[in-house]
């Protein structure tokens, strides 16, 4: 599923950083825990790979962030997908927030929204690893990473879409301890401002999802992004609704 993919990506505060050669995972860990940010917005380069059908297809969009009274609300919109030779302009519009996924289809006017837990159970973070549909870890413990996976230092890729990414950026490969979706997720990061920019995770199946995200702002989220991360269900005159609660097993 799309959302297995998502990006894994971090940010940590501006501050001093050692050079890559002195750069250590866990040091690497403990600036992605000192992230303190309200909002992101990011271009993104999105690209999925399935190796069955030998087929890639290439997204490009907006990813949204917003963190409100605790609550942490992701956003991605998508406007354009190309697969082979063919370009078309296409809106696909996914919605997280800490009980809730939206899929939005805005051509065929289709709203599908999926609770994510129960009501008596706490929120999920959408971008903790190994906790939320998209695994773009941004402020998340060194502690809960390091409970869930193995963390190894990775250098950059130097082929596909991001070995466009600075020579500078740090790289981290993680291996889960148990059974789990993912063979491997590695993320990348700007050791200037510790901005997210680069994640690449194969899944069990063999999936490939690569994803890169540019002109990213911090802290500036204005009152039409804002609006995208609404999860309200629209008006059923005008849109096909399908609302999924979790199913709770019966004892």
């Known amino acids: 599923m799309l959302i297995q993919f998502f990006l894994t990506l971090v940010i940590s505060a501006i501050s001093s950083c050692p050079e890559n050669t002195k750069m250590t995972a866990e040091g690497a860990l403990d600036q992605i825990e000192s992230v303190q940010i309200t909002s992101l917005t990011a271009n993104i380069f999105y690209t999925r790979t399935d190796p069955i059908l030998d087929r890639r297809e290439i997204r490009t969009g907006r990813l949204l962030f917003q963190k409100s009274e605790g609550n942490r609300e992701a956003a991605i919109l998508f406007d354009t ?53 998209i695994p773009l870890p941004i402020g998340q413990s060194k502690e809960s990473v390091l409970k869930k996976f193995v963390v190894t230092l990775i ?58 995200l540019s002109n990213m702002q911090i802290d500036i989220l204005s009152d039409e992004e804002a609006s995208f991360l609404n999860i309200a269900t629209p008006d059923p005159k005008i849109w096909s609704i399908d609302v999924q609660k979790l199913q709770v097993p019966t004892k």
């Open 155 to 212: 250098e950059k890729p130097t082929e596909g879409p991001l070995e466009k990414l600075d020579n500078t950026v740090v790289g981290l490969h993680l291996i889960p301890k148990t059974n789990d979706e993912w063979e491997y997720i590695n993320l990348f990061y700007d050791i200037k401002t510790w901005l997210p920019v680069g994640v690449e995770s194969v899944e069990i199946d063999g999936t490939k999802r690569v994803s890169r």
């Open 81 to 133: 997908l190309i697969i082979g030779r063919r370009r078309e302009t296409k809106q696909k519009h996914y919605i997280f927030s800490g009980r809730w996924m939206a899929e939005v289809d805005h051509d065929k006017k289709q709203f599908i929204k999926r609770e994510l837990v129960r009501p008596d159970q706490d929120n999920i973070d959408p971008f903790e690893l190994g906790s939320g549909p």
